[in-house]
């Protein structure tokens, strides 16, 4: 089982956490938006769509748009799951031998999903344990 993180002792910390924060919630909100764009993209642009598969690749990623909305931090938790998915999935299709350049893209966005959404979570955390100690 994972540590609980610690609440920053200062002000000065609590800040520097609350810029990193940010910037890890920039990321998710960019790469996930990028997931979404790329499947919606690829689906409009072919001669003939594929609808079903559309829906399977983007309504597991809406599911999470209310609480990334909000910043919760279990929504950031659970999104890094899901998108544990995508990565596998993006992974075997660029070590086939008829990998397409959306693969390698969906490689580099699920890497930075999932660490950015990791590290969001953990610094929300520490976040909310200082709001509310203060």
């Known amino acids: 089982m994972g540590m609980a993180p610690k609440p920053p002792e200062n002000t000065e910390q609590a800040q520097h956490i609350k810029r990193k924060l940010s910037v890890a919630r920039t990321l998710v909100l960019a790469t996930y938006s990028g997931l979404l764009l790329m499947f919606t993209l690829l689906t409009l642009f072919k001669a003939e769509p594929n609808w079903p598969l559309w829906i399977v690749q983007v309504v597991p990623l809406l599911i999470f748009a209310p609480g990334l909305k ?65």
């Open 70 to 134: 909000r910043g919760y931090h279990r929504t950031y938790s659970w999104l890094c799951f899901v998108v544990l998915l995508y990565f596998t999935w993006a992974v075997t299709n660029t070590l086939s031998p008829l990998a397409y350049w959306r693969d390698y893209l969906a490689v580099a966005l699920t890497v930075i999903l999932f660490s950015s959404a990791m590290m969001a979570s953990r610094w929300r955390q520490q976040w909310w344990l200082w709001e509310n100690r203060h």
